[in-house]
């Protein structure tokens, strides 16, 4: 039986994750939330992990009262984040947190030789090359989540990655597609968080109204599969039915297709390589009827533009855009900056800083910390 640690366990991912642990009874080692006290106790009873983190100190004491009938070690913020990274009782990882606190548990698992399924973007866009260059050192897999890296990681089975001509990243286009910067000036934050096909947390979801979740694969693309920028190409799919595709050296083009439903490429991921029964829905092609592809609005969604220049200027650039963009978003979930804003606040920074290197953890936390500062300084 698999066994399976799940940071973020009370997130979105982290629900449906259980789904499919549930259905094909695998074992939960340990389980990791923010600050969800109330649902991780109910999956500890449910699930009855060796171990369990909850990642906001303040609410540690509250926590331990509340499974004190139960025999199992309750850890706290980032130390026990990292425990559970590298414990050694699990066989995949699956990291599901939002935001650059997803990157340390993954280069401890990775160093401790477990293998990471990948559910967290910020990871191999601030740190992508200390990640995968320690998992080759280290010999770990890294498995994706995305729909879109799961998608091309399909595509890619049974095929030599230098083999391939580019990847075809697709994007449904948020809520917002085919509209004006103008139309765009007194945008709300419900609107932004009424995706038209997925259900995310808050985050996520405004990050795919901007098109800044598809800039954010766009890097991570370049890191999971050794790609140079040139070949990837980003398509507007409405349907999010084609979830991405590879086409190869002969313009073959090999997709991956299903209803958008995440309960797919994570099931694929925690039982890889092995296939089953999904508690999804099968894709119906004649339902959909029609399947449109259309090219992106750089001009219009500034964060996609500034995403594929910084990965293309390389260095830290991308760590950068990475957390100006995570103080932008949360700027704009308060109300203090406006919906076009987050992406004139990312392309101000990308143009502010000047190319550094990365080669250590050390290094991201430090433009990290360095393009915060600057983010909430112009806000």
Same mark, same amino acid.
């Given at each position: 039986m698999k066994r399976v640690s799940i940071l973020g366990s009370t997130g979105s991912i982290g629900k449906q994750a259980l789904e499919v642990i549930r259905l094909h009874k695998l074992s939960v080692t340990a389980l990791a939330a923010h600050s969800n006290i109330k649902l991780l106790e109910e999956q500890t009873r449910e699930f009855n992990p060796k171990l369990i983190c909850i990642y906001n100190d303040d609410l540690y004491k509250e926590l331990k009262i509340r499974l004190s009938d139960v025999n199992i070690r309750i850890l706290t913020g980032m130390e026990g984040l990292c425990e559970i990274a590298r414990f050694s009782d699990t066989d995949i990882l699956l990291n599901s947190v939002v935001g650059m606190v997803g990157l340390l548990p993954t280069l401890t698992a990775v160093e401790a030789g477990n293998t990471v399924a990948l559910a967290n973007k910020e990871t191999l866009v601030a740190g992508g090359k200390l990640v995968m260059e320690l998992a080759k050192k280290r010999n770990v897999n890294i498995l994706p989540v995305d729909s879109e890296h799961s998608a091309i990681f399909q595509a890619l089975q049974g095929n030599d990655n230098n083999e391939i001509n580019k990847v075809i990243l697709t994007a449904s286009g948020g809520p917002f597609f085919n509209m004006t910067k103008n139309q765009l000036q007194?945008? +709300?934050?419900?609107?932004?968080?009424?995706? #038209?096909?997925?259900?995310?947390?808050?985050?996520? +979801? =405004?990050? !795919?109204?901007? @098109?800044?979740?598809?800039? @954010?694969?766009? =890097?991570?693309?370049?890191? %999971?599969?050794?790609? !140079? #920028?040139?070949? =990837? &190409?980003?398509?507007?799919?409405?349907?999010?039915?084609?979830?991405?595709?590879? &086409?190869?050296?002969?313009?073959?083009?090999?997709?991956?297709?299903?209803? #958008?439903?995440?309960?797919?490429? =994570?099931? /694929?991921?925690? %039982?890889?390589?092995?296939? +089953?029964?999904?508690?999804?829905?099968? @894709?119906?092609?004649?339902? /959909?009827?029609? @399947? +449109? $592809?259309?090219? #992106?609005? /750089?001009?219009? $969604?500034?964060?996609?533009?500034?995403s594929i220049k910084a990965i293309e200027l390389g260095g830290a650039y991308p760590c950068i855009i990475n957390a100006v963009n995570e103080v932008a978003v949360e700027s704009f979930i308060k109300k203090k900056i406006s919906f076009l804003q987050i992406g004139e606040l990312i392309t101000d920074a990308l143009n502010h800083f000047s190319f550094n290197e990365i080669n250590t953890y050390d290094d991201v936390i430090k433009f990290d910390t360095g393009a915060r500062e600057y983010a909430e300084s112009l806000i």
């Amino acid at each position: 039986m698999k066994r399976v640690s799940i940071l973020g366990s009370t997130g979105s991912i982290g629900k449906q994750a259980l789904e499919v642990i549930r259905l094909h009874k695998l074992s939960v080692t340990a389980l990791a939330a923010h600050s969800n006290i109330k649902l991780l106790e109910e999956q500890t009873r449910e699930f009855n992990p060796k171990l369990i983190c909850i990642y906001n100190d303040d609410l540690y004491k509250e926590l331990k009262i509340r499974l004190s009938d139960v025999n199992i070690r309750i850890l706290t913020g980032m130390e026990g984040l990292c425990e559970i990274a590298r414990f050694s009782d699990t066989d995949i990882l699956l990291n599901s947190v939002v935001g650059m606190v997803g990157l340390l548990p993954t280069l401890t698992a990775v160093e401790a030789g477990n293998t990471v399924a990948l559910a967290n973007k910020e990871t191999l866009v601030a740190g992508g090359k200390l990640v995968m260059e320690l998992a080759k050192k280290r010999n770990v897999n890294i498995l994706p989540v995305d729909s879109e890296h799961s998608a091309i990681f399909q595509a890619l089975q049974g095929n030599d990655n230098n083999e391939i001509n580019k990847v075809i990243l697709t994007a449904s286009g948020g809520p917002f597609f085919n509209m004006t910067k103008n139309q765009l000036q007194n945008v +709300t934050l419900e609107q932004a968080l009424n995706h #038209p096909n997925w259900s995310m947390g808050k985050k996520v +979801t =405004i990050d !795919s109204s901007t @098109l800044m979740n598809k800039g @954010l694969e766009f =890097i991570e693309a370049k890191w %999971l599969f050794d790609l !140079s #920028p040139n070949q =990837i &190409e980003v398509v507007v799919h409405r349907q999010s039915v084609v979830h991405s595709a590879v &086409e190869y050296k002969d313009y073959s083009v090999i997709a991956q297709m299903g209803v #958008p439903d995440m309960k797919i490429p =994570i099931q /694929y991921a925690l %039982l890889y390589p092995k296939r +089953t029964k999904c508690p999804t829905e099968k @894709l119906s092609l004649t339902d /959909y009827g029609t @399947l +449109t $592809f259309e090219k #992106p609005d /750089y001009e219009t $969604f500034e964060c996609l533009r500034a995403s594929i220049k910084a990965i293309e200027l390389g260095g830290a650039y991308p760590c950068i855009i990475n957390a100006v963009n995570e103080v932008a978003v949360e700027s704009f979930i308060k109300k203090k900056i406006s919906f076009l804003q987050i992406g004139e606040l990312i392309t101000d920074a990308l143009n502010h800083f000047s190319f550094n290197e990365i080669n250590t953890y050390d290094d991201v936390i430090k433009f990290d910390t360095g393009a915060r500062e600057y983010a909430e300084s112009l806000i």
